[in-house]
């Protein structure tokens, strides 16, 4: 499975972004995607994941502000990045895991930049 990425650049803080990630190559449904990012000198940690019900989770920080959404017959995520915050800058990564043995796929990764 390949996993392509969008959506990122720069952005101004209260502003708002979205982020999209398509998986192609593969006839089975995408169970999870998760959205991870890492910022500058720091480990990737986990933003928001959805679950193939529809089930989300977010990471603290980002409650309230960001929101995740599926797509099953684009087999598309997207991620709506709202009130961003000069802290949000990172490269965003999206992972998708897929098929019956639930394998992982990972995307290149876009640049969020949020300005002050």
């Known amino acids: 499975v390949q996993l392509q990425a969008s959506g990122g650049g720069l952005g101004q803080a209260g502003g708002s972004l979205r982020l999209s990630c398509a998986a192609s190559g593969t006839i089975f449904r995408i169970n999870t995607w998760n959205w991870h990012r890492q910022a500058p000198g720091k480990q990737r940690e986990l933003v928001?994941?959805?679950?193939?019900?529809?089930?989300?989770n977010y990471e603290d920080s980002v409650k309230g502000r960001f929101t995740i959404s599926r797509d099953n017959a684009k087999n598309t995520v997207y991620l709506q990045m709202d009130s961003l915050k000069p802290e949000d800058t990172a490269v965003y990564y999206c992972c998708a895991n897929w098929g019956p043995s639930n394998y992982e796929s990972w995307g290149q990764g876009t640049l969020v930049t949020v300005s002050s």
């Open positions: 928001a994941g959805i679950t193939s019900a529809g089930s989300t």
